[in-house]
């Protein structure tokens, strides 16, 4: 029963996961190109919500989701004007460089507000939970998967139902013929970056605020997570980003009744069983060329 | 003098781990597993010497055996990946490493001590060069030996065919291999040869601090490894002496002092009062340090040492032929 518990609440928890594991693959979709400073653009966002909340401590907690969700999607404009826009594309070393630059930039900032210890973060509804037979859900927890989900949905209307969408998946195909089709490649690739900067300042939010703390070692946790819950969902892929960020939040908690000093070094072997037996991830093609 | 001395140390086996790093590179491949590789061969050559009672250089060949016997083992199955997914597998491939020595508690009694490494806390007393009482110098002179000996090999080996093969599966792998090139046993052999090359440096920074933990050998050190030469650039060894220099000499160590006196200058000479600036002068490096690499990538992706650096030195020192 212990078992199924931390499954649930690791199913629940998994969707900030599978949020910023959605940025990486959305980014590298359409630019086919890493950015190793989302994750930490991310949670940089999360502690500008921080210093919002610190100077106005009035502030409703949606409205500092708010900041951060704001926040985070500056940062996406910003690093792709300063790690993409003016490297030429065949230097994708130079790119990846660029953005781990940024990544220890934004990790400086971190550490900065942070003073180098974790923040308080304002709570949901801290400790409120709902016993469901045997099973005991914090409501904080369900309060997080439904905002995922909420913005998951917000996410592919986006995609499939504007103008934005249809221009960002036809980048994502053939970047040469969408151009050829009048899509500004330079607009389409900005407006990518601002919606995953969006929803990993939301994740970044959320997962401080299900804490009720937001530490300063976050950044370079969570971009590891969101690597590996990209490549096991499949790089490229929005549906295989969801699942692989559920199974990894489910698989952490699970491991953690066992032992909690085990559970990274389980995570890296998934990910290895992953790569040996499924390279090309849950919904992807095997793409070989990158 | 002996802080001098330190320092050089930290820039010598910080240029092996760039040059372990630059040798895969050249094949194309971003490796984030170097970090994991340097631990292996610090942890194996401490524990030869101070468990075992080997001698340096038996420890520093003994880890570079072990980190190349374990950079090919993990080359097969990680190199049927490119690009993203090779960074994300090298990556995974280098926490489980740092997890592994996280848990990897291994003691002996040393007399009325126990010796060994030990879990979290990491490997303490390896007193190699303490025991024996080297100075701070002999022992940067010792590292510099391995740095020199490193530098000329590769550089020999980027002038020979083994170079071109190299550079040849790193530009066009189908071209590469249209000529017949084996793909596999090259990067396999690369990724060997950077093992080795980081178990040497992993020895080297094992003995010289006394203190390993598996911390230090996380994604960060993986990602300084590859660091160095992509900004230094592929041209050749040099790029990757040269942003070593610059990140470990100048940014991290001389830009605060660097700020203090460049700011009193201004103050005796213009009657300005720049307390602020000295005050947060280390404030200034860590912040400009992220930012100092966004700017080089921008200005040079390349790396400020490219190939066509390099073949402007070589067309300078060439011997001059009649026609020319």
Redesign the interface.
């Known amino acids: 029963m212990v078992l199924v518990q931390a499954i649930i609440d690791g199913i629940l928890v998994g969707t900030t996961y599978a949020l910023i594991g959605i940025g990486f693959t959305l980014i590298?979709g359409v630019m086919h190109k890493?950015n190793l400073a989302y994750a930490s653009a991310s949670i940089a966002g999360a502690f500008l919500s921080l210093v919002a909340w610190q100077q106005f401590p009035w502030l409703p907690v949606p409205l500092v989701f708010l900041v951060a969700a704001a926040g985070a999607g500056a940062l996406g404009y910003v690093i792709y004007l300063?790690?993409f826009r003016?490297?030429?594309l065949k230097?994708?070393?130079?790119?990846?460089?660029?953005t781990?630059?940024?990544?220890?930039?934004?990790?400086?900032?971190v550490?900065?507000i942070s003073d180098g210890k974790a923040q308080n973060f304002p709570g949901m509804v801290p400790d409120e939970r709902w016993t469901l037979g045997p099973l005991d859900l914090r409501v904080d927890y369900l309060l997080v998967f439904a905002i995922s989900v909420i913005a998951m949905l917000l996410l592919l209307a986006v995609l499939y139902r504007t103008r934005l969408g249809i221009a960002t998946r036809a980048v994502a195909q053939q970047p040469v013929a969408a151009q050829l089709c009048g899509i500004s490649l330079d607009r389409t690739n900005a407006a990518t970056f601002v919606i995953s900067g969006v929803l990993g300042g939301l994740a970044g939010a959320m997962i401080g605020s299900s804490a009720e703390l937001l530490s300063n070692l976050l950044p370079?946790q969570l971009?590891?997570k969101g690597?590996?819950v990209?490549?096991i969902g499949g790089?490229g892929s929005i549906p295989g980003a969801i699942v692989a960020g559920l199974l990894v939040g489910a698989f952490e908690k699970g491991i953690e009744t066992w032992s909690v000093?085990?559970r990274?070094?389980c995570v890296?072997?998934l990910?290895?069983v992953f790569?040996?037996a499924k390279?090309a991830g849950i919904f992807g093609k095997l793409n070989?060329?990158? | 003098m002996d802080y001098l001395y330190g320092l050089s140390q930290t820039i010598g086996v910080h240029t092996i781990l760039g040059l372990s790093a630059y040798v895969v590179l050249q094949t194309g491949q971003v490796s984030l597993a170097q970090a994991a590789f340097y631990g292996v061969g610090a942890y194996v050559a401490a524990m030869l010497t101070t468990l075992w009672g080997q001698n340096i250089v038996v420890a520093i060949a003994g880890a570079a055996v072990v980190s190349a016997a374990l950079a090919a083992l993990a080359g097969f199955p990680a190199l049927r990946f490119k690009g993203l997914m090779l960074v994300v597998a090298t990556m995974a491939l280098g926490e489980a490493v740092r997890e592994f020595f996280f848990n990897f508690d291994f003691q002996i009694a040393k007399g009325n001590l126990k010796v060994g490494p030990a879990g979290a806390e990491g490997f303490r007393q390896i007193r190699y060069f303490f025991d024996r009482g080297w100075t701070t110098g002999e022992v940067a002179g010792f590292i510099w030996l391995f740095v020199a000996g490193i530098m000329a090999l590769l550089w020999w080996m980027d002038r020979s065919r083994i170079g071109a093969v190299l550079r040849a599966v790193g530009e066009d792998e189908l071209a590469a291999q249209s000529v017949g090139i084996n793909l596999t046993a090259v990067k396999v052999s690369a990724f060997a040869i950077g093992g080795a090359v980081a178990g040497m440096g992993g020895a080297l920074y094992a003995h010289y601090t006394t203190h390993i933990e598996h911390n230090y050998f996380g994604v960060l050190t993986a990602t300084f490894a590859i660091a160095y030469p992509i900004l230094g650039g592929l041209g050749g060894v040099f790029g990757t002496l040269i942003a070593v220099l610059f990140v470990q000499g100048f940014l991290i160590y001389g830009l605060p002092d660097f700020i203090v006196r460049l700011s009193t200058l201004a103050e005796n000479e213009l009657g300005v009062t720049l307390d602020w600036l000295k005050q947060h002068a280390s404030d200034i490096r860590n912040f400009s340090f992220g930012l100092l690499i966004l700017a080089i990538m921008n200005w040079r992706p390349r790396g400020v040492i490219d190939e066509r650096v390099v073949r402007l030195f070589g067309r300078l020192f060439a011997p001059r032929s009649p026609h020319a």
């Open positions: 590298f890493l300063t790690c003016f490297i030429p230097s994708p070393l130079a790119t990846l460089m660029a781990v630059g940024m990544l220890i930039f934004l990790d400086e900032v550490t900065h370079l971009t590891v690597l590996i990209t490549v790089l000093l085990a990274d070094l890296m072997l990910i290895f790569l040996v390279p070989v060329r990158d």
